[in-house]
């Protein structure tokens, strides 16, 4: 497999002229957000010649070509190899495009060659007969072919395409087919098996361990290791062997982490998606052969197992029903019923639109069904990673490239090093070439002047502060399988919510029931009522029939809702075998009853003239399962004993009351249901119907719409949906701290407005705008806004309303549907829509994504935190991705919490800024270091003078290395978050600044102390001599120089320790504390006193008059104070704070989204201009305007049942 090469912005691949008819593949192709990536494909041949040169050059430059060929693989494919059309092409370059991020991706073209049979097969006289089968997408039939040219991107398998002149990319074979021929395919031959096998790959999902020795060396072979190993190298032959020793042993501790760490995630991931089974395959005879599940084929009829099993790949339904968990798709874990493909000539199969009929890969088969215990069968459509599970792994493997700028501007800043260190090494040069200095003496000295100006220990210091970071993190019950996230959590303004299992429970309470009075007397609302107070009657029953659940190894599952409804009324439910269920005159019916038969009221019991009465039982004769469009569902029953069946239905209030009887219907059941979905209860009405005359075999076939009429209004169901008890004070803090939030929800509308305005996502009483796509006669879409009925309570006392004028404060909302169409027809509306977007619902994963990438690209930093493998793309795509379960999604997810909820998401991102505050301090510590360092030698170097090995190890492993791993330590700050971030960019006007007057004020301080040391009567001035040879370097120039430096690295640790609001005080780091203490305590008594240890030691020439010596501790002093004031009073209070502010508003180049926000302030009510003159939207009527439209799919994630109709 190729590995992407590069991902900075560059157009200098793209194909122009002669190149472009070379390229022949120039496309364009959806990636997993839904979103158009370019990709160009370049055909490369091996030039001999080219490749010889190359390969001598790499001789000479001693394999440093090879190492700048090894960063960049395409310079090297280019200048190995000629260009070529790709019908001869050896090697393939993807150029891929997604918007400013260009990536580079390298393959060898393989050939397959189809094999003689083995002799001893049944075909074996034939030696010429193709074993190969490649699908032709125009006549929609497998064609044999004798040889494939090939090659794999991105785990899908792109194949040459002679008549197209192209390589093209396996598609699913059956979409777009009508689904009689699907039914007319035959069980294929092990030849035909094999031979598409051979192009279409095993049926497996394998994450390949990357080799230990493979990951060591991509690790070590980075730009900052090989310039350690280079710096180490110098540093031993300069016999400055203890600080070399030491950084070796922090590079390689440093290495061995990160290939562990990977590895590690590898086999996580690997160990999360791998999955081994067997399988039977009906072969052309009809007899199944049992074969392992890799090696399935598209095109295969399978056995699907009676229970328990997971699907290897993606297949339609055939014959048989299966009830199957999708929990792995939706995140919800509802039990589905898949029904056969209908056999229809006139319809074309498609896996979204025909999910009910599709079983896919990764969900769980819970139970199969079909009459006389015959075979329930599935044709294989995709396998591999084409199926759905495939396409999550490849979303986790392959996620959108994420733009941080901290990362760029590392290497950006080491390049304004470098160019640093180039002017020194020429002014150095220069001067020791015109004293007479040795060659070998002059260039060892210009090399360790480049490892002083460019920090070989920078990458320890920097990944001691994340190290830290994750440490935390893990105290706190929160996981980090990536390191590099910490630092983008601390820059998040933008974060994503599931619902469901995220900010609340995953089930629902049964709050109570309001019945309508008997229909004999005039009907009239009752009051709230608790289930278990209620007698058996009509309503009970409704409430124990009108539902999807089933029994499942003897534990009753369904959608959860129906679950709480069922066990509030204390009945039970049976499911009796074949011969059990003569009695009902049905196949096998779910029968349902009270579990005290003794509680059922005289009037109920049925009892035939001399016989024992009749147990209260009702059977479940017919299900019409839920319809998102039809926003009910209903049940036919038939009592036992009872001559007429009777008809249960339940969904949304405003549909059974548009289908009961107005005489049924109380005049006040809209003010009673409008005050139970303003306090955020989800609510459910339910209707009754006598059919006398429908028998059993006509009530198999009659439609719904002939029994879903004329309905007696029974009343309503009132569930509540718990929020979590952490969701509204951790959804205020993240408000107060400016940081938008959002719902994304597969959910309804109305559940989600509800439980948005419950947990405080939504202000009380502000204004909800639905943003829809409504057809027009010719026009084509238009837009149409409108507000919303009030879901929430009012404002509270003391609160002004909130006008739906006011443009600038209403929320917008909007449905999964719609938000397809309006990136289809109107993607200009999609910036005001993420900015004053609050509400996402009915969404589905590949949505979920996509929006995740419309914030992004109006310069939000987002977050996504969400519990299901539904939400896996979402947190993939997200800068930060919070997972709250350890299943699928854990694994795309940087973070997973184990508490459940979502307090741990202020907490990762309190971290996250204390981290990335910890690495800019860091940075700009190392580069102050650097530069310091650089001018006191730099200084030295003026009369051949230099600091000595020992005190480079002082100030390199005593101070250095000591502050670089104790700065880190100061823990986050546990206040409120600010509502000012931290900086994201390095190269920016404050840190810029701030380190120039820092370094500037170090140069100027070392020049006044080296140019006073000289003005002293006790002066006496170095004098170069043949044994300095030896580095003897003793001297009061020395002296005033190393001091002097020696504090102002203590004094820059401090300076660059930022606390409060990101971090905590300073002194609160007792490691921090401890390590300025002992190197002031020791630097101010080599000042001040030296022992005759410490001057041997360091070498050092102490001044004989202590006047001076104190004089100096004084400059410290003074020095200290003046660059704490021009960090915290100029840097910080002034230009940060006041001057940037004000000039970011002046500045056009702004981020989007703060562009689009001053637009629609500036616009105020003009915006959005609501339809039929701002007139609210109803329940009912919202529900009807995001049904499906022009036969669009809408994707339910509790298919088949109608807790999704409210």
């Known amino acids: ?448 002047l480049i490892t002083i100006v460019v920090p070989p220990a920078l990458p320890y210091a920097m990944a001691v502060g994340i190290i830290v970071g994750v440490e935390r993190l893990l105290k706190q019950r929160v996981f980090c399988i990536s390191p590099r996230s910490i630092n983008i959590a601390g820059l998040i303004n933008y974060v994503c919510f599931d619902k469901t299992g995220t900010l609340t429970e995953d089930g629902l309470d049964m709050k109570g029931v309001v019945r309508v009075s008997e229909p004999a007397a005039p009907p009239a609302v009752g009051p709230l009522e608790e289930v278990a107070s209620l007698p058996v009657g009509l309503f009970t029953t409704g409430m124990a029939a009108c539902h999807g659940l089933m029994l499942i190894n003897s534990e009753l599952t369904g959608d959860p809702l129906d679950l709480k409804m069922f066990e509030s009324t204390g009945w039970e439910l049976e499911e009796p075998d074949m011969d059990e269920s003569t009695k009902y005159d049905v196949l096998a019916p779910t029968v349902v009853r009270p579990r005290r038969p003794d509680l059922v009221p005289a009037h109920l019991r049925l009892q035939e003239l001399g016989q024992d009465p009749v147990p209260f039982e009702v059977g479940l004769v017919r299900q019409f399962v839920f319809a998102s469009s039809l926003q009910r569902m209903s049940v036919l029953t038939r009592r036992l004993g009872a001559k007429q069946m009777e008809l249960f239905c339940k969904g949304s209030p405003e549909m059974i009351i548009s289908l009961s009887d107005p005489a049924t219907v109380p005049a006040d059941i809209h003010p009673v249901l409008d005050g139970h979905t303003q306090r955020g209860f989800r609510v459910l009405a339910l209707a009754h119907r006598a059919l006398p005359r429908l028998t059993y075999a006509r009530a198999q076939r009659i439609a719904r719409e002939e029994v879903e009429r004329e309905l007696t209004f029974l009343g309503l169901m009132v569930f509540e949906n718990r929020l979590k008890a952490e969701s509204r004070p951790v959804l205020r803090d993240l408000a107060e701290a400016n940081i938008k939030t959002i719902m994304v929800t597969g959910d309804n509308m109305l559940t989600a407005l509800s439980v948005a305005h419950d947990c405080g996502l939504l202000p009380a009483g502000a204004p909800v705008v639905s943003v829809s796509v409504e057809p027009t006669s010719g026009c084509g879409p238009r837009l149409a806004y409108r507000r919303l009925e009030q879901t929430a309570p009012p404002a509270a006392a003391g609160h002004a309303a909130v006008d739906v004028d006011a443009g600038a404060d209403c929320r917008l909302a909007v449905t999964g549907p719609d938000f397809d169409a309006i990136c289809r027809h109107f993607r200009e509306l999609l910036p005001r829509l993420t900015v004053r977007g609050a509400v996402f619902a009915r969404m589905r994963p590949d949505q979920k994504q996509h929006l995740v990438e419309c914030i992004k690209e109006l310069g939000y930093y987002v977050g996504m935190c969400g519990d299901g493998a539904n939400d896996c793309g979402a947190l993939k795509a997200a800068h930060t991705g919070v997972s709250l379960s350890e299943a699928e999604a854990s694994v795309a997810s940087p973070f997973t919490s184990q508490e459940t909820n979502i307090s741990c998401v202020p907490t990762i991102i309190r971290e996250g800024r204390s981290a990335l505050v910890t690495s800019f301090g860091i940075f700009k510590y190392m580069a102050a270091y650097s530069l310091t360092q650089f001018i006191s030698v730099l200084i030295l170097y003026e009369k051949d003078n230099s600091l000595t090995d020992f005190q480079f190890l002082y100030i390199d492993f005593f101070i250095i290395t000591m502050f670089a791993g104790v700065f880190g330590m100061t823990k986050a700050y546990p206040g409120p978050l600010s509502k000012r971030l931290p900086t994201a960019r390095l190269v920016s006007v404050a840190p810029i600044l701030s380190l120039a007057l820092q370094v500037s004020l170090v140069a100027l301080i070392q020049l006044l102390v080296y140019w006073n040391v000289q003005q002293q009567p006790w002066f006496v001035p170095y004098v170069p001599t043949k044994s300095d040879e030896d580095d003897n370097f003793w001297s009061h120039e020395n002296f005033a120089v190393y001091c002097t430096s020696s504090f102002q690295y203590i004094l820059l640790a401090v300076v660059f320790s930022r606390g409060p609001p990101f971090r905590r005080r300073l002194y609160t780091n007792p490691y921090f504390s401890a390590a300025i203490a002992l190197n002031v305590a020791f630097c101010a008594w080599c000042v001040a006193a030296p022992m005759a240890w410490m001057s041997s030691w360091l070498e050092l020439r102490a001044p004989p008059s202590l006047q001076w010596r104190l004089l100096l501790l004084g400059v410290a002093v003074g020095h200290a104070v003046l660059a704490l004031l021009l960090e915290h009073g100029l840097v910080e209070a002034l230009v940060q704070e006041r001057l940037l502010p004000r000039l970011r508003r002046l500045q056009s180049s702004q981020p989007a989204h703060v562009l689009v926000t001053a637009q629609l302030a500036a616009e105020g009510a003009a915006w959005p201009p609501l339809a039929d003159g701002g007139r609210q939207l109803s329940a009912g009527e919202l529900l009807k305007d995001h049904a499906p439209r022009n036969g669009a799919p809408m994707t339910i994630l509790r298919r088949g049942h109608c807790t999704a109709s409210v």
């Open 1 to 448: 497999m190729g590995e992407p090469l590069n991902t900075a912005p560059t157009l200098g691949d793209k194909p122009k002229g002669g190149d472009a008819r070379k390229a022949a593949n120039g496309k364009k192709h959806k990636t997993t957000d839904g979103d158009e990536i370019s990709v160009a494909m370049l055909g490369f041949v091996r030039s001999v010649p080219r490749t010889a040169l190359v390969w001598l050059c790499i001789v000479l430059t001693a394999g440093l070509l090879r190492l700048v060929f090894h960063w960049r693989r395409d310079w090297m494919l280019r200048c190995t190899h000629r260009r070529c059309h790709l019908r001869v092409a050896s090697s393939v370059l993807v150029i891929e495009r997604y918007k400013k991020h260009t990536s580079r991706f390298i393959h060898r073209v393989k050939i397959q060659r189809s094999t003689s049979p083995a002799v001893g097969e049944e075909d074996a006289i034939d030696m010429e007969k193709p074993r190969l089968y490649v699908p032709d997408m125009v006549s929609r039939q497998f064609k044999a072919v004798t040889e494939i040219r090939y090659f794999r991107h991105k785990k899908l398998c792109h194949v040459w395409n002679g008549p197209s002149d192209a390589f093209e990319r396996l598609e699913l074979f059956f979409s777009d087919m009508p689904l009689e021929r699907l039914h007319e395919q035959q069980p294929l031959s092990a030849g035909e098996q094999d031979g598409r096998r051979a192009v279409y790959g095993g049926n497996s999902i394998n994450i390949q361990l990357t080799p230990i020795l493979k990951v060591i060396f991509l690790e070590v072979l980075t730009p900052f290791y090989v310039f350690q190993i280079c710096a180490c190298i110098l540093w031993f032959a300069d016999e400055y062997v203890y600080y070399a020793s030491a950084i070796a042993v922090a590079s390689v501790a440093s290495v061995t982490t990160a290939v562990y760490q990977q590895r590690k995630n590898e086999k996580n991931l690997r160990r999360t998606i791998q999955q081994t089974d067997v399988v039977e395959v009906v072969r052309e005879d009809n007899s199944t052969q049992t074969v392992q599940a890799d090696r399935l084929v598209p095109g295969d009829v399978i056995v699907v197992p009676s229970h328990n099993t997971t699907m290897c790949c993606d297949a339609v339904l055939l014959a048989g029903n299966a009830i199957v968990n999708e929990s792995m798709l939706t995140g919800e874990s509802v039990p589905v019923t898949k029904v056969p493909l209908p056999a229809r000539p006139d319809v074309r199969y498609s896996p979204q639109q025909h999910g009910r009929h599709t079983l896919f890969a990764g969900t769980l088969v819970l139970q199969t069904r079909y009459y006389k215990h015959e075979r329930v069968l599935a044709l294989v459509t995709r396998t591999g990673f084409m199926t759905s599970k495939g396409e999550l792994v490849r979303s986790i493997l392959y996620p959108p490239p994420v733009d941080f700028k901290l990362e760029q501007d590392t290497y950006k800043f080491v390049g304004m090093l470098a160019a640093v260190a180039v002017v020194g090494v020429m002014y150095s040069t220069y001067t020791k070439v015109m004293r007479g200095l040795e060659p070998q003496e002059v260039a060892l000295d210009v090399l360790d």
